[in-house]
């Protein structure tokens, strides 16, 4: 490379210069259950536009209601095809299953998966390996129409619903393939106050990240607490 082409080249982006992703409207699946009604309830508090999804329409608007905050429930076709970016948040049991069943719906759209696949028995909670090697990998592999990112595994549910907490205190980690993706997912996070997203990898390395949780909840245990996490030097 010449001296020239070298003081021509483009600086190093910010990586904290994120786009503006407040007119997005976000679809919750699994927005009945207890972490995709903390997080409809966190963006929509924040100002986003937030559509829940169920099986049932009727269970979606009832728990819609219940946020408050200019939240909508649909059935979850209807959530998919109505959103920019869709969380899913569904019971690990049931995501291949909801995610088959969705996939002309999803294609093209900017899916965020925060699905932590756990055993439990005596001892507690353990991480289980999908076949594919995380929930993220198994939605990719499933919606090869979709973008497929993968965040918001370490967030107390317990902490997302409570309205007199005015700020959560933690990082949030997000794993993609595509920069402008995991940039939009960052910005996303940085909506809940106190949040910050952070790039983690690709989605190769999301087995990992959802597997933590399973220490996270040993961490609550014993010091009876919601344990989110931070990353330092950032």
């Known amino acids: 490379m010449t001296s020239t082409e070298s003081a021509q080249k483009a600086p190093a982006k910010d990586p904290w210069d994120l786009p503006d992703v407040s007119g997005l409207v976000v679809g919750v699946l699994g927005g009945t259950g207890d972490q995709g009604r903390g997080l409809a309830y966190r963006l929509a508090r924040a100002g986003q536009k937030v559509i829940i999804g169920s099986r049932a329409a009727e269970r979606a608007g009832a728990a819609a209601a219940e946020i408050g905050h200019g939240v909508e429930g649909a059935d979850n076709s209807e959530c998919a095809r109505r959103s920019d970016i869709v969380i ?20 093209g759209k900017l899916v965020v998966d925060c699905v932590n696949p756990l055993g439990f028995d005596k001892k507690g909670a353990y991480a289980l390996k999908p076949e594919e090697g995380s929930a993220a990998e198994q939605a990719a592999a499933l919606l090869p129409d979709s973008r497929v990112t993968a965040a918001f595994h370490h967030l107390s549910a317990v902490l997302l ?35 910050r997203g952070v790039f983690a990898g690709r989605l190769r390395n999301a087995h990992q990240v959802e597997s933590l949780v399973a220490n996270l909840i040993s961490v609550n245990r014993r010091y009876k607490a919601h344990a989110g996490l931070r990353v330092t030097d950032i």
């Open 88 to 107: 899913v948040a569904v019971p690990w049991d049931g995501h291949a299953k909801t995610l088959e069943g969705l996939r002309a719906d999803l294609a």
């Open 161 to 195: 619903q409570d309205a007199s907490i005015e700020e959560i205190d933690t990082d949030v980690m997000v794993l993609g393939e595509s920069r402008a993706d995991t940039d939009v997912v960052q910005a996303l996070a940085a909506r809940i106050p106190g949040m």
